[in-house]
Every structure is written in structure tokens, then in C-alpha cells.
């Protein structure tokens, strides 16, 4: 580590070298202040679309999937299977307004949404049920009785 002795008016920058560092200063300010506020996406969600939260649980009968979709309905949710993937789909629309003395703000946004997941095998397709309740779909999907699987008992010598 170098010790070096306080000059006033600068320091350890001299001539022109002072003047690019206070160029760099005032460049910097400028661009936070402008990118501050620029109206970037505030989430991730904005930039590439929605797409609902799923669990999928292996339980020893069946498959259950559960996918959040706050604010939607029932008409607006298509649940299918074909060739080994289940596929949600909807439209989601969304609306706020907020009203004060001197302020007034109202957005609105709608999209629609696709979200494929690959089944296991042995899953039997012919035999889905579907729930929906509070924002929450439940797809209970039956296993076949081969994918069941069965205990084996293991003896000793």
C-alpha cells in the first residue's frame, strides 16, 4: 500500500484528468436520473407473458396438478390431454381504477395463456376430473393399474 502525502485542488489528478473525471461524474448522473425513470416492465411476467403456477404431485392412485389462477373464472379455463401432455389454457383480464381528490389512475390488461406439461406413463387419460375453487384448478388424473406399481418383498438367506 502506497502512502501518498494530501495536495489540495486535486489531488492525485492533474490536468486534463480531472476534467474527464468530472465529465464522468456528471454522465453518470444523467443517465440514473434518466433511466430512474424510465418506464421499465416491473416484473418479469410483463416482458414474456403470464403463465400460472403449477404443482404437480405423484401420489400411489393418481397424478394431481394444481395451477394458481387468481382472478379467473371457470368459462375462462380449457383443460385438454392429448399425446401424453395435459395443456391449460385461458384469457385473463384484468382491470383497476383508483379514484382520489387529484389523483386518477386506471389500467387495464388482458392476455391470453398456455401451460403444457408432460404426463408420466401410465397415467389414464380417459379418466381426468377437474376442479376449480378460489383461483385454484385441480386436475386429478388416475393411474392405470400397471403404473401402480406393486411392493416387493425381499427375503433373506
Not at 465529465?23 to 411476467?45: H, I, T
Not at 401420489?59 to 395443456?87: F, W
Not at 381426468?128 to 403404473?147: D, I, M, P, Y
Request: aromatic letters at 8%; hydrophobic letters at 35%; one cysteine or more.
Amino acid at each position: 500500500m502506497a502512502i501518498e502525502l494530501w495536495r489540495p485542488r486535486g489531488g492525485l489528478m492533474r490536468g486534463p484528468f480531472r476534467e474527464l473525471a468530472r465529465m464522468e461524474r456528471e454522465m453518470e448522473g444523467l443517465f440514473s436520473r434518466f433511466f430512474r425513470e424510465w418506464p421499465w416492465p416491473r416484473s418479469a411476467d410483463e416482458v414474456r407473458g403470464w403463465a400460472p403456477a403449477v404443482d404437480m404431485v405423484d401420489r400411489k392412485d393418481e397424478v394431481v396438478l394444481r395451477a394458481d389462477l387468481p382472478g379467473l373464472e371457470q368459462k375462462d379455463i380449457d383443460v385438454s390431454v392429448e399425446d401424453g401432455l395435459l395443456t391449460i389454457r385461458g384469457e385473463r383480464k384484468e382491470e383497476r381504477e383508483a379514484k382520489e381528490e387529484d389523483y386518477y389512475c386506471c389500467e387495464r390488461w388482458a392476455g391470453s395463456f398456455a401451460r403444457s406439461l408432460a404426463l408420466p406413463p401410465g397415467v389414464d387419460t380417459e379418466k381426468v376430473k377437474a376442479t376449480f375453487k378460489n383461483g385454484v384448478l385441480e386436475v386429478h388424473l388416475r393411474k392405470s393399474k400397471e403404473a401402480k406399481g406393486k411392493k416387493i418383498e425381499i427375503k433373506g438367506e
